[in-house]
């Protein structure tokens, strides 16, 4: 509640990474997917926000992603069910072997951040020119928001919707 400044903003989101698009395969957002979604319902740094797509996560099944000691994944177990299920993109069922485009950080798409390493050498669309992710995150608020965040817009922890978890 109250005033928030452009401090108040890189100081919640300090990082400066630099940003990127870079082309997947609906195989590899599956998985980009079921890694964001190995530890839920607890919370999980790494869990991929995504726009223009929806899925569901079924809980009740055993994450079926491998990963390393360091949380980088390694693969799924295909002997589990998956977590991730009836994945839409833009209102389309997720066809795994279409090319998609991913926006995001440089740290992440590009260097295995966050262990996303099932997207290492992803076919980079666009970095040079991009603004940093506080930049962005600055515009927004001060263009998109016109400075004013309400809790009809903000106030459902939940988010709105397009990600079920079962």
């Known amino acids: 509640v109250g005033d928030v400044s452009r401090k108040t903003l890189m100081d919640i989101n300090p990082w400066g ?3 990127c698009v870079v082309e997947i395969t609906g195989k590899q957002l599956l ?3 079921e890694h964001g979604a190995r530890s839920c319902p607890e919370s999980l740094g790494g869990f991929f926000q995504i726009s223009g797509a929806s899925f569901e996560i079924h809980t009740y099944n055993e994450s ?3 990963t390393d000691q360091n949380g980088n994944f390694i693969g ?4 589990k069910e998956p977590r991730v299920q009836n994945v839409l993109v833009n209102g389309e069922a997720l066809d795994l072997e279409k ?3 991913v926006a995001g950080s440089q740290y ?3 260097e295995g951040g966050d262990g996303l390493t099932m997207i290492e050498g992803a076919t980079v669309v666009a ?4 603004p940093c992710d506080y930049d962005m995150l600055i515009k927004y608020f001060t263009e998109g928001l016109a400075g004013n965040i309400t809790a009809d817009m903000y106030g459902n922890p939940d988010g709105d919707g397009r990600i079920a978890i079962y």
């Open 17 to 19: 990474n630099a940003m």
């Open 76 to 79: 799924i177990d295909e002997t």
């Open 108 to 110: 992440v798409l590009t």
């Open 31 to 33: 998985y980009v997917l």
């Open 64 to 66: 079926p992603v491998i």
């Open 127 to 130: 970095k040079d020119g991009l």
């Open 99 to 101: 090319k998609y485009t």
